[in-house]
T-cell receptor, first 114, second 109 residues
Framework: ETGVTQTPRHLVMGMTNKKSLKCEQH?????MYWYKQSAKKPLELMFV???????ENNSVPSRFSPECPNSSHLFLHLHTLQPEDSALYLC?????????????FGPGTRLTVT | GQNIDQPTEMTATEGAIVQINCTYQ??????LFWYQQHAGEAPTFLSY??LDGLEEKGRFSSFLSRSKGYSYLLLKELQMKDSASYLC??????????WGAGTKLIIKP
C-alpha cells in the first residue's frame, strides 16, 4: 500500500449505531488530519494530530471521537450521529512544519446517516 | 474572521486557457496551495506559493500577490481530464490550512 488509505469507502449507519473510520498513511509523515467535506462547502478541519498528540479540535460535537495510536494510524469513532453528519470524511497527512507541508489525502469515506 | 473566496463554477473550451482566481483574508500567512479534486476522488496537490510571483509547472501556473491577498491558477491547453474542482487553501499562523469552497471547472469540446 502506498500513500493514504481509508476504510471503509462507503458507510451507511443509523443514528443509534456505533462505527469507526480508519486511516493509514505510508508516507512517514508526522501529522494527520480529519476533514469533513459537504457539497459546495469548504473543507472543514475537524481534528489535527501532530506527533500523535491532538493539537486541534475545531469545536466538533462529542459524537465524533478521534484516536491516534501511532503516527501511521488515525481513527474516527462515530456514535449517535445525526442526518446532517452525512458527508465525505477525508483523512490527510503531512510533514510539519517543513514547507511546503502539502497535505496528502486519502480517498475518503462517504458516510450516510439514516 | 478568515475567508477564502473563489468562483463557484467556470466553463472553458478544450485547448483554451482559463484563470481561476482566489482572494483571501486570514490571520497569518504561511503559503497558498492549489489542489485539484475530481468528482468522487480525493484532493491532490497542484502548487504552493509563499513568495510573490508566478510558479510554473507544465500546463499549470500559480500566481501570488501577498499585498493584495490574491492568487490565481492558470491552466493552459485545456484537456477534458482537467474537468474537476480546484481548491484554494491558505496556511495560517499555525500552519493549518484554511480552505475555499472550490471552483468547479467544466471543459467543453
Amino acid at each position: 500500500e502506498t500513500g493514504v488509505t481509508q476504510t471503509p469507502r462507503h458507510l451507511v449507519m443509523g443514528m443509534t449505531n456505533k462505527k469507526s473510520l480508519k486511516c493509514e498513511q505510508h508516507l512517514g509523515h508526522n501529522a494527520m488530519y480529519w476533514y469533513k467535506q459537504s457539497a459546495k462547502k469548504p473543507l472543514e478541519l475537524m481534528f489535527v494530530y501532530s506527533l500523535e498528540e491532538r493539537v486541534e479540535n475545531n469545536s466538533v460535537p462529542s459524537r465524533f471521537s478521534p484516536e491516534c495510536p501511532n503516527s501511521s494510524h488515525l481513527f474516527l469513532h462515530l456514535h449517535t450521529l445525526q442526518p446532517e453528519d452525512s458527508a465525505l470524511y477525508l483523512c490527510a497527512s503531512s510533514q510539519e512544519p517543513q514547507p511546503p507541508y502539502e497535505q496528502y489525502f486519502g480517498p475518503g469515506t462517504r458516510l450516510t446517516v439514516t | 474572521g478568515q475567508n477564502i473566496d473563489q468562483p463557484t463554477e467556470m466553463t472553458a473550451t478544450e485547448g483554451a486557457i482559463v484563470q481561476i482566481n482566489c482572494t483571501y483574508q486570514t490571520s497569518g500567512f504561511n503559503g497558498l496551495f492549489w489542489y485539484q479534486q475530481h468528482a468522487g476522488e480525493a484532493p491532490t496537490f497542484l502548487s504552493y506559493n509563499v513568495l510573490d510571483g508566478l510558479e510554473e509547472k507544465g500546463r499549470f501556473s500559480s500566481f501570488l500577490s501577498r499585498s493584495k491577498g490574491y492568487s490565481y491558477l492558470l491552466l493552459k491547453e485545456l484537456q477534458m481530464k482537467d474537468s474537476a474542482s480546484y481548491l484554494c487553501a491558505v496556511g495560517d499562523s499555525n500552519y493549518q490550512l484554511i480552505w475555499g469552497a472550490g471552483t468547479k471547472l467544466i471543459i467543453k469540446p
